[in-house]
């Protein structure tokens, strides 16, 4: 029964590469011990561990290893028997003799496991004496007490010997079903502490009962430092304080920390109910990502602001190069008069363009929507389109403008001054990138909720590569002769958003170009 039992044996791993196989003979030595001599009792357990080893082709090496200290932890247990009296002998003082000698057993067989274990390296001694005590010890005390039962039946009638092995049978399988759960903690706790994400364990208290390695690295404080103490506890000890841009809800927040060396540190948390109660909270360390975002959008934020200085300068440049060369030529030769007025037409011209650059970046500044101040009122839009119409026909020598809309009033909460100033804009826009003999059309459309304005007209349209930078600072096709600073859309995109509304674009090149705006007929907020 020894030698078949291995076959079966259940095997609790120690680490990646040692353990050690649990199987009954402590019942075995306290039921020989209670029907044969000592002598016999060591023969039996040294020949089956040996047949045991044999059967499963272990190395010679740990077979020799195995029935050594098997043989020499059974002596010692017979030893301490026989020097209690024997138990084959009747009464209580045998039965008392023979378990313990199985204790003795028990102890002399653990303290050589975990002295060898030491010495290959594979896990310190204390740590081999500790684990799993208290099972190891009920499973020690259920087989002296089935040995102990069997042996005391043999003695009346060997018929009871098949329950005996019944017992066993039961045992080992409840052993095997506590050997699973063993291996599969162990392999969640490997899984947890190999993670390079942190997992903690909150039970119902609120109380942290497990805190890995990776949330050891993260916040700088470890396991015996964290475990116990209210959750609660340790957000005030980390300086927890959420960010709003990453909340998605109670199982998935963002929370900024300070660790244990002063460093701020952004986390990820996923919160999930565990079915004892408690919780199990994923931290995911978002440290790195965020600070590459920054980067990226500090880069981005200088090289805007390269580009927009550049950009300024370059039209600044332009007329300040006219005006000084033609001032320059007026001050050193004598010019005739009629050259003088043409020449001083044209710096009058560069400077009202330098006056309107300087006016367009000051609207441009001013009309943030993060600070403009819109005074609301109710405004016709239909109304507002018609008048723009009617003034851009007389500014264009009358070049007739189509009108779309109904003429019941169409009515937004907006403020009238800037609205007026986007329609101006996009009109002003068709009429200049379009001929004087295409049409250019206004259409006011009504909804629900919001209202469109879109400005239609047949001109030159805009390239495919330059769509991106329409509503850019000083972007103007590139291909159009036309004057402006280029900043018009870049005011009008301002002032909508300010609204809460919507502006876009459809243009095909060659064949015209349509923008609209969309406004809410209430006030944003």
């Avoid at 095997?11 to 011990?33: P, W």
């Avoid at 003795?104 to 500790?130: C, D, E, H, K």
Wanted: hydrophobic letters at 45%; aromatic letters at 6%.
């Amino acid at each position: 029964m020894i030698a078949f039992e291995h076959r079966f044996a259940t095997r609790i791993a120690l680490d990646d590469r040692q353990g050690e196989t649990t199987t009954h003979e402590e019942a075995y030595i306290v039921f020989l011990a209670l029907l044969e001599p000592a002598p016999a009792v060591l023969a039996a357990l040294g020949l089956g561990f040996l047949l045991a080893n044999l059967l499963a082709r272990r190395t010679p090496l740990k077979v020799a290893f195995n029935v050594v200290a098997i043989v020499a932890a059974v002596a010692v247990a017979m030893l301490v028997t026989t020097a209690l009296g024997g138990a084959t002998g009747d009464g209580a003082a045998a039965a008392g003799a023979a378990v313990a000698g199985v204790a003795v057993f028990g102890v002399v067989n653990r303290a050589l496991l975990s002295g060898v274990l030491a010495l290959v390296g594979a896990a310190p001694w204390q740590r081999t004496i500790a684990d799993d005590a208290s099972g190891r010890l009920l499973l020690l005390a259920t087989n002296a007490a089935i040995g102990l039962l069997a042996g005391l039946a043999a003695r009346e009638s060997l018929a009871a010997l098949p329950l005996a092995l019944l017992a066993v049978v039961v045992l080992h399988f409840t052993l095997a079903g506590h050997g699973r759960a063993r291996a599969e903690r162990r392999k969640l706790r490997d899984i947890v502490e190999a993670s390079t994400n942190g997992i903690l364990v909150v039970d119902e208290r609120g109380d942290v009962t497990s805190w890995n390695a990776a949330c050891a690295e993260i916040t700088g404080w470890s396991a015996d430092e964290i475990c116990g103490r209210p959750l609660r506890e340790v957000r005030a000890l980390l300086d927890a304080e959420p960010y709003e841009d990453e909340q998605t809800g109670d199982d998935r927040y963002a929370t900024r920390i300070r660790t244990r060396e002063g460093d701020l540190r952004w986390l990820i948390v996923v919160r999930s109910p565990l079915p004892e109660g408690g919780d199990l909270l994923l931290v995911h360390d978002d440290t790195a990502r965020r600070t590459v975002a920054e980067l990226r959008v500090a880069q981005l934020q200088e090289r805007t602001r390269a580009d927009f200085v550049a950009a300024v300068s370059h039209e600044f440049r332009t007329p300040l190069t006219s005006i000084r060369g033609f001032t320059s030529t007026l001050l050193q030769r004598d010019v005739p008069h009629d050259e003088q007025v043409r020449y001083l037409t044209i710096v009058n011209e560069q400077a009202e363009r330098l006056g309107r650059l300087v006016d367009d970046l000051l609207d441009l500044r001013s009309v943030d929507p993060q600070t403009l101040d819109l005074l609301y009122d109710d405004v016709d839009v239909a109304a507002l389109v018609r008048d723009e119409a009617a003034a851009f026909e007389t500014e264009s020598r009358r070049r007739p403008i189509g009108i779309e809309s109904d003429a019941a009033p169409v009515v937004v909460r907006a403020d009238r001054r800037r609205i007026e100033q986007v329609v101006a804009n996009l009109l002003s826009n068709a009429l200049k990138y379009s001929d004087d003999r295409s049409p250019v059309t206004l259409k006011v459309e009504s909804g629900p909720d919001e209202v469109r304005v879109s400005v239609r007209d047949r001109g030159i349209g805009i390239a495919e590569r330059d769509r991106e930078r329409v509503f850019t600072p000083f972007f103007r096709a590139g291909e159009a002769d036309v004057a402006g600073t280029g900043l018009g859309l870049a005011i009008c995109r301002h002032i909508v958003a300010a609204h809460g509304g919507t502006i876009g674009f459809t243009s095909e090149r060659g064949v015209g170009s349509e923008f609209f705006v969309t406004l809410p007929r209430r006030e944003p907020g």
